[in-house]
C-alpha cells in the first residue's frame, strides 16, 4: 500500500482508489486489522464483518477499474449499530435486540451502498 497520510480524509483515500495507488481490498484489510488490533482496547464495534467487506471490497475494485463508481466507491465505512442492515445483526446498543438481525436495510445504508461504501462492520 503506497505511503497515504497519518489519518487521510475520505478525499484522500478516493483519490488514491481513482489513481490506482492502492486497491479498496488493500484499504478494507487495513481497516479489519486496525479494528482488530484496537477492539481489545476500545471495544468500539458492536459487529465486524470480515467476509461481507472483503466482498464488498473486490466488488469495489472491478468497479474502479473500469472506471466507474463515484466518490465513496470501495471506501471502508462503519454503520452505527442504530441503523438496519440487512443480513447483519443490528442491536441498537440494547440487550433486548442483542441477536437481531434486519431483513431489510435502512434508508441511509441503501444509499450509502448503492454509492459504493464498503461496510467493515457496526460501532
Same mark, same amino acid.
Do not use: Q
Given at each position: ?16 482508489l481513482r489513481a490506482r495507488q492502492v486497491s479498496s481490498r488493500e484499504l478494507t484489510a487495513a481497516a479489519l ?31 474502479? =477499474? ?19 442492515? +440487512? $443480513? @447483519?445483526?443490528?442491536?441498537?446498543? =440494547?440487550?433486548?435486540?442483542?441477536d437481531f438481525v434486519s431483513p431489510y436495510d435502512a434508508t441511509v445504508v441503501e444509499r450509502l451502498a448503492a +454509492? $459504493? @461504501? ?6
Open positions: 500500500m503506497p505511503a497515504l497520510p497519518a489519518r487521510p480524509t475520505i478525499t484522500d483515500l478516493s483519490l488514491a486489522k486496525r479494528i482488530g488490533a484496537a477492539s481489545e482496547k476500545l471495544n468500539s464495534f458492536i459487529t465486524v464483518v470480515p467476509e461481507l467487506a472483503l466482498a464488498a471490497a473486490d466488488r469495489a475494485d472491478v468497479v474502479l =477499474s473500469k472506471d466507474g463508481g463515484g466518490p465513496l466507491t470501495g471506501i471502508p465505512f462503519a454503520h452505527k449499530d442504530i441503523f438496519c442492515t +440487512a $443480513g @447483519i445483526r443490528t442491536t441498537c446498543g =440494547s440487550r433486548m435486540l442483542a +454509492a $459504493g @461504501i464498503v461496510t467493515v462492520g457496526k460501532t
